[in-house]
Every structure is written in C-alpha cells, then in structure tokens.
C-alpha cells in the first residue's frame, strides 16, 4: 500500500464528502477502516490520520496565506 497517496486520497475524500469528514471527524479509525477495505492496526491506522490531519492544515495555512497574498496585491 503506497501509504503517501492513501493520505492523498483520504484528503480529498475528507475535502469533497461532507459525510465523510463528519464521520472522520468522530471516529477517524472507524472511518479510514470503512474505506480502506482492510483492517490494520491501530498504530498504522494512527499514521495515516496524522498524515491526513497534517496535509489538512497545511492546505488551510496555503489557502490563508494565498488570501493574504491577493489582499495586498490590490
């Protein structure tokens, strides 16, 4: 499993389907275990979370700071 584009994957699904992201929000290994097909351990489940919830941020501080960059352009 290519672990780095699960967590791409997961985003996007998180991003795109608001019932996902409500029930990745409320129980994140419930739902990864729901979509992946597969049941891994906890700790592996825990790895692809934190990469999903990190590549979450990061795209929420890449859109302020574009916003922020339009702001004073103008």
Do not use: C, H, T
Request: proline letters at 3%; zero cysteines; a negative charge.
């Amino acid at each position: 499993m290519d672990i780095k584009a699960k967590i791409e994957e997961i985003v996007e699904k998180v991003k795109n389907d608001k019932d996902f992201a409500s029930k990745f929000q409320a129980d994140p290994i419930k739902a990864l275990e729901g979509i992946l097909g597969v049941d891994l351990p906890d700790e592996q489940l825990k790895s692809i979370i934190d990469g999903v919830k990190a590549k979450i941020s990061l795209d929420n501080v890449s859109g302020v700071v574009g916003g922020l960059k339009d702001l004073f352009k103008k």
